[in-house]
């Protein structure tokens, strides 16, 4: 299956909260009372799909203009450089966002395509040799790192059940995954 480890399905959602209820302006609220994890996870996806959807509108627009969903979610990265070494699914969301989305990440100055994007696959490559038997990092580490071996794997049974537990809901960030995942 992966190597000579078996690897462990952590039987909880990626993302434990409902996702649909609150808009991120209501979630970020919330997260600066209590700064939870779980809401800071669920912010910072909403956030980058935000940044994501604003981007494709209209790229120039994007550079030139301070919107607010830009402000918090660049404060996001900042604070889980300085608190969330720890936390795995946050370490490999913003893996994902610097690998895939490296483009959102130009306006700082001293970031440069190629340190954005390596520092993604640094940060989830390091996720892996501490915790290869882990599946969120797995899956993470297979799509980021080993895209040849993400066509193979995807059509294991296993897998795919464990993508679809991974990403139970029909929110747009579960559905989101999944596709990402199993496509």
């Known amino acids: 299956m992966h190597g ?3 690897l462990v399905y952590d039987s909880q959602p990626f993302f434990f909260l409902a996702q649909n209820e609150k808009t991120y302006e209501e979630r970020y ?4 009372q209590n700064k939870s994890d779980t809401i800071f996870l669920v912010l910072y996806m909403q956030l980058w799909m935000k940044l994501e959807e ?19 979610f660049f404060e996001l990265v ?12 946050i370490q490999l ?7 895939t989305t490296e483009y959102l990440f130009w306006i700082n100055q001293e970031n440069d395509i190629s340190n954005i994007i390596n520092t993604g ?17 797995y899956i993470f580490y297979i799509c980021i790192l080993k895209g040849k071996e993400k066509k193979r794997i995807k059509r294991k049974k296993w897998y ?20 990402i995942f199993l496509l």
């Open 4 to 6: 000579s480890k078996q």
């Open 29 to 32: 609220i919330l997260w600066k």
């Open 54 to 72: 604003i981007y494709m509108e209209n790229v120039i627009d994007y550079y030139k203009k301070n919107c607010c969903e830009k402000k918090i």
């Open 78 to 89: 900042e604070y889980q450089k300085n608190f969330f070494e720890g936390n795995i699914k």
């Open 93 to 99: 969301l913003t893996s994902y966002f610097y690998t």
């Open 121 to 137: 696959r640094d940060i989830v490559r390091n996720l892996y040799e501490k915790n290869p038997e882990n599946f969120n990092v």
């Open 160 to 179: 795919q059940q464990g993508i679809k537990n991974l990403f139970p809901s029909n929110s747009e960030i579960d559905k989101y995954f999944r596709e």
